[in-house]
């Protein structure tokens, strides 16, 4: 099933797609207030189950799209992940023994169709496609074989990146991640029923119809399963929590010269069996 957080008439609300259509979730079971509140309810196959039975309550054009969980309590990032995307640095550098881990804001991403800010800031905005695991069941120090058991399904993030605010400081990337609006994450979740989280999976960004980057899982360095039992070492993972992981080579910083976003380009992230997360570019107003 595919679940989606949107606003319609300026309500926030979630649902799932049917038939080309959007049943409204939220309308439903108002004691369930968004998708993450459904997600710790233990309640997706319920809600899933009750959603294949219905009807539409109406169109996906209708909707505007939001960030798939609006609210998560963490957005944990992962760097440089896919083993083309280490070689890229050309710095001779061997594979890492760990992962590299950053965190985001819920305000640095936005939804679905909706524009990304470029900041006056800086002319340096740049695209990064990624696979994002969300969520299902809390854990801490979580087995390898035990992983897929608290994931709530797979969703897409353009991982958006200010590339000159990346190196303000010697030990962080914080502030080039973080400008409001600058990623997206989007069009909805899909549950592990219908895309298995811990197959073979690609993904794919083009920019004005152009291919920029295009890798599978198959080529991590640091596979999902091993990612969750890390991550859950220091955190307790939470549902609804949301695990960017990486993205393969090709992002506009590594062209020569560089080829940053501009206002007017669009951006498309695509999984296939997930779908295509799409954003146009606009320049941030004062």
Same mark, same amino acid.
């Given at each position: 099933? =595919? ?106 991403? %936005? ?79 899909? %549950? ?12 794919? %960004? =083009?920019?004005?119809?152009?291919? =920029? ?11 999902? =399963? ?61």
């Amino acid at each position: 099933m =595919r679940f989606l957080s949107f606003s319609r008439n300026g309500q926030a609300g979630f649902g799932a797609l049917v038939d080309g259509g959007v049943v409204d979730l939220s309308a439903r079971y108002p004691e369930l207030p968004d998708l993450r509140a459904a997600i710790s309810a233990g309640r997706l196959a319920e809600l899933a189950a009750s959603a294949a039975t219905t009807f539409a309550d109406f169109g996906m054009d209708e909707v505007l799209y939001l960030p798939t969980i609006p609210n998560p309590q963490k957005i944990i990032c992962i760097g440089v992940n896919y083993a083309d995307r280490n070689a890229e640095y050309k710095d001779g550098s061997a594979a890492p023994r760990y992962p590299s881990v950053f965190m985001r804001a819920r305000e640095s991403l %936005t939804g679905h169709e909706a524009p990304l800010l470029r900041s006056p800031e800086s002319e340096q905005l740049d695209y990064e496609g990624e696979i994002v695991l969300v969520i299902g069941r809390a854990g801490r120090r979580i087995r390898e074989a035990e992983a897929h058991e608290h994931v709530a399904g797979i969703t897409i993030m353009n991982e958006g990146s200010v590339r000159d605010w990346l190196r303000h400081a010697k030990f962080n990337v914080t502030q080039g991640k973080n400008f409001e609006r600058s990623g997206a994450l989007g069009p909805w979740l899909v %549950t592990p029923d219908e895309l298995d989280p811990m197959g073979s999976l690609r993904v794919i %960004t =083009r920019v004005n119809g152009e291919e =920029r980057q295009n890798d599978v899982t198959d080529n991590l360095m640091f596979p999902f =399963r091993y990612l969750l039992s890390y991550l859950s070492t220091f955190y307790r993972l939470q549902p609804g929590d949301v695990i960017a992981t990486g993205t393969p080579n090709g992002a506009g910083a590594r062209f020569d010269p560089p080829r940053y976003l501009r206002a007017g380009d669009v951006v498309e992230v695509e999984v296939p069996g997930v779908g295509v997360l799409r954003n146009e570019v606009e320049d941030e107003v004062l």
